[in-house]
């Protein structure tokens, strides 16, 4: 399920894990996304965020893909163009890993290419998103 939007460019959302009508908590994690893609600039690069809607499609998925860490909120295949989101870490985040942090980190590996967790931190730090630190306030207010 697509949804298009002006200000993501080349980016696009989508959900999986739910079935339509897509519930609303589905819904507000893709707003978090949309909202903050934008946000964190321009890209040039196709890229495909999956939203997963459920805890049981992210263990799955998860398993699927057999990576190797941050497996609490998201991870990114490279050679795809894909990043997941465990949707409910956008709405009840972990303390140490905010929203605004899970989409600028997986954005810091789409845009620097690179599988290093050091190079998706650092472009992540450069847009003010560091893990332990709260986004700021101008960040959340997507509802
Ligand atoms: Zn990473």
Same mark, same amino acid.
């Given at each position: 399920m697509g949804l298009a939007g002006s200000?993501? %460019? *080349? *980016? !696009?959302?989508?959900?999986? &894990?739910? *079935? /339509? @009508? +897509?519930?609303?908590?589905?819904? !507000?994690?893709?707003q978090i996304?949309?909202?903050?893609?934008?946000?964190? %600039? @321009?890209?040039?690069? @196709?890229?495909?965020w999956?939203?997963?809607?459920?805890?049981k499609a992210w263990d799955l998925i998860v398993r699927t893909a057999q990576t190797e860490h941050n497996t =609490? =909120? /998201?991870?990114? +295949?490279?050679?795809? &163009?894909?990043s997941y989101i465990n949707g409910v870490r956008l709405l009840e985040p972990l303390p140490a890993v905010s929203p605004g942090y899970i989409i600028a980190h997986? !954005? %810091?590996?789409c845009e620097t &290419?690179?599988?290093?967790?050091?190079? /998706?931190? !650092?472009?992540a730090r450069q847009k003010g998103y560091e893990? &332990?630190?709260?986004d700021a306030l101008k960040t959340?207010? /997507?509802?």
């Open positions: 200000a993501l %460019g *080349q *980016q !696009r959302v989508v959900v999986t &894990g739910v *079935q /339509a @009508p +897509i519930p609303e908590s589905c819904k !507000r994690e893709v996304v949309a909202a903050k893609l934008p946000e964190l %600039g @321009p890209s040039e690069k @196709p890229w495909t999956v939203v997963v809607c459920s805890t =609490c =909120c /998201a991870f990114t +295949i490279l050679d795809k &163009g894909y997986e !954005r %810091g590996h &290419g690179s599988k290093s967790e050091e190079d /998706a931190d !650092r472009w893990w &332990g630190k709260k959340t207010s /997507a509802k």
